[in-house]
């Protein structure tokens, strides 16, 4: 999940960090997969215009969908 992160900071530095971590995985050492450091809070922030409206809109529809 840590390459998927939102904010850029919050992923991995690296591919090569990334790789270690899936061979570690693969290898079945799973104490040593931490993931990225997290530096901020992972919340995307629109800032143009058009993705403000869409992030509201979305935000609605998933407001809607956990209600039901």
């Known amino acids: 999940m840590g390459s998927l992160r939102k ?3 919050n992923r991995y530095a690296s591919m090569n960090d990334f790789c270690e971590e899936l061979e570690a995985l693969r290898a079945g050492r799973y104490e040593d997969v ?5 530096l901020c809070e992972d919340e995307y922030v629109a800032k143009a215009p058009f993705a403000q409206s869409i992030a509201r809109i979305l935000s609605k529809k998933a407001s ?3 209600q039901t």
Do not use: Q
């Open 64 to 66: 809607a969908l956990t």
């Open 7 to 9: 904010v850029p900071g």
């Open 34 to 38: 931490g993931g990225p450091a997290s």
